[in-house]
Nanobody, 120 residues
Framework: QVQVAESGGGLVQAGGSLRLSCAVS????????MGWFRQGPGKEREFVAA????????DYRDSVKGRFTISRDNAKNTVSLQMNSLKPEDTAVYYC?????????????WGQGTQVTVSS
């Protein structure tokens, strides 16, 4: 069973940057794809980014392409999300989770998430 713990959120002005981190425990990190999801106020949880087990492939929702970068360190069992040029519409609770890469579907348990608030 894989468990995750997200960190790194905060309050930032539009145009600023944040780096989120996800600590993964359980099975070795190099055996599964991981993803980031987010849930904004009054919205459903949505896919943000995914990374393959080796880190060689990545996938992003259109609205974050060119601004967000997902990466992983399998030796440390961590997955990161570097977020640049943040916009107010990026405000959400961000979650990491195992993901079925080709269909962008989360699988397994959720962590508590980390709040990202972008002020205009």
């Amino acid at each position: 069973q894989v468990q995750v713990a997200e960190s790194g959120g905060g309050l930032v002005q539009a145009g600023g940057s944040l780096r989120l981190s996800c600590a993964v425990s359980g099975r070795p990190g190099s055996t599964y794809s991981m993803g980031w999801f987010r849930q904004g106020p009054g919205k459903e949880r949505e896919f943000v980014a995914a990374i393959s087990p080796s880190g060689g492939s990545t996938d992003y929702r259109d609205s974050v392409k060119g601004r967000f970068t997902i990466s992983r360190d399998n030796a440390k069992n961590t997955v990161s999300l570097q977020m640049n040029s943040l916009k107010p519409e990026d405000t959400a609770v961000y979650y990491c989770a195992r993901i079925i890469y080709n269909i962008r579907a989360p699988t397994g348990s959720w962590g508590q998430g980390t709040q990202v608030t972008v002020s205009s």
